[in-house]
């Protein structure tokens, strides 16, 4: 029996993004909600990239989802396919002219005086490159010191 690769299967980016959300929030209500679609909407994409992998990713036990080895699996897989997305992006960006480099923009916690303004950031000048993020990703944590 001829074996079938990832790449040659009905697998879709929005399959591997919603999966994506449910592994990280492990709730499929939660994922949905993240996402702004309907709670089945979600459900159905990950019933259809299950059945395209032939592989069951999540277990229910009681009331708690969990990721099966295989979706453990599947997590790293996904996150690399986006990486490596995103570096294609900015190589890309690259070969257009464009300076390499990204800019996460996202929820800042904190607090600053009354009045205080970001300095003004120009795309294309000093190797900035501004990234949207995915729905349901979560701002990059930045470190001070």
Same mark, same amino acid.
């Given at each position: 029996m001829k074996r079938q690769h990832f790449h040659t299967r009905q697998t879709t980016f929005r399959q591997l993004e919603t999966?994506?959300?449910?592994?990280?929030?492990?709730?499929?209500?939660? =994922? &949905?909600?993240?996402?702004?679609? =309907?709670?089945?909407?979600?459900?159905?994409?990950? &019933?259809?990239l299950e059945q395209s992998l032939g592989l069951k990713l999540f277990e229910q036990i009681g009331k708690r989802l969990h990721l099966t080895d295989a979706g453990k699996e599947v997590q790293a897989g996904a996150r690399q396919i986006f990486a490596a997305l995103d570096h294609l992006d900015m190589r890309l960006a690259h070969l257009n002219g464009l300076t390499a480099g990204q800019l996460h923009h996202g929820k800042v916690s904190g607090t600053a005086p009354a009045g205080t303004v970001l300095p003004p950031v120009s795309p294309g000048r000093g190797g900035v490159e501004y990234r949207q993020p995915l729905r349901g990703d979560s701002p990059p944590r930045t470190q001070s010191g």
């Open positions: 999966f994506l959300v449910v592994a990280e929030r492990l709730s499929v209500t939660e =994922a &949905a909600r993240v996402l702004h679609l =309907a709670q089945p909407s979600v459900s159905t994409q990950i &019933a259809k």
